[in-house]
């Protein structure tokens, strides 16, 4: 079945600087990964997402990056801000556009703006 | 807020008893997926049903079961409950043919 390994399990950057969260998967099926923000205490939050036939995608701040040569996307951040203090997730999945999903996540990243 | 509602918010038990979590997704989605989110274990999925079938299964113990209703709300039933069931649990919706996934708020299950 897919893994999903994601590095660094901590990253802490001063406000204003970017920061980059990395994501390997396993099966070469997968066509879906979303990003998922998570406060302490509250749900996870989708903050952006890729399909398997894009190779990037940016929203204001936020870009993902799609490597499938290599079974690879990155999260990157600009800017970073102190609310963007979370742990987020990466998440794959093979059957986009299907009636199955089941996402399997990557161990999440503690992330920490310092003001 | 993401629609995707769950109760109860907390739910504190004992060893050996049964508990059951509901939610209701988002008006119109039709799959729901339970998830458990462990501090050791981080994000695990247990279950998909989609209009009321079951679609997939993870890594969902056998003392563990779900259902999804007519109306598309689910259930989660866990019975014969041990410590290390403590955890978060999550459900998610979408609307099926998408797959962009809404969490709901989670019940925190404590198990004593």
């Known amino acids: 079945g897919e893994n999903v390994e994601q590095h660094p399990s901590t990253l802490s950057v001063q406000e204003g600087d970017s920061a980059v969260i990395k994501c390997t998967y396993s099966?070469?099926?997968?066509?879906?990964f979303p990003w998922y923000k998570q406060e302490l205490g509250k749900r996870p939050q989708l903050i952006i997402d890729i399909r398997s036939n894009v190779g990037e995608k940016k929203d204001q701040r936020i870009a993902v990056t799609l490597n499938k040569t290599a079974k690879h996307f990155s999260l990157h951040i600009t800017e970073t801000q102190p609310e963007d203090s979370a742990v987020y997730f990466c998440a794959a999945t093979t059957n986009y556009g299907g009636s199955q999903g089941n996402l399997i996540f990557g161990k999440g990243t503690k992330l920490s703006v310092k003001p | 807020d993401s629609g995707v509602t769950q109760t109860p918010k907390h739910l504190i038990t004992a060893t050996g008893q049964r508990v059951t979590l509901r939610c209701s997704p988002r008006?119109?989605?039709?799959?729901v997926y339970w998830y458990q989110q462990s501090l050791d274990q981080g994000l695990q999925f247990l279950i998909q049903?989609?209009?009321?079938?079951?679609?997939a299964k993870g890594n969902i113990l056998e003392r563990f079961s779900a259902q999804q209703f007519p109306d598309l709300h689910s259930e989660l039933n866990l019975s014969s409950l041990e410590l290390g069931d403590s955890a978060l649990y999550f459900c998610?919706?979408?609307?099926?043919?998408?797959?962009?996934?809404?969490f709901g708020p989670g019940t925190r299950l404590t198990v004593l």
């Open positions: 998610a919706s979408s609307v099926g043919v998408e797959i962009e996934q809404f």
């Open positions: 008006s119109g989605d039709l799959s």
């Open positions: 049903y989609y209009n009321g079938e079951e679609r």
């Open positions: 099966d070469s099926a997968s066509n879906y």
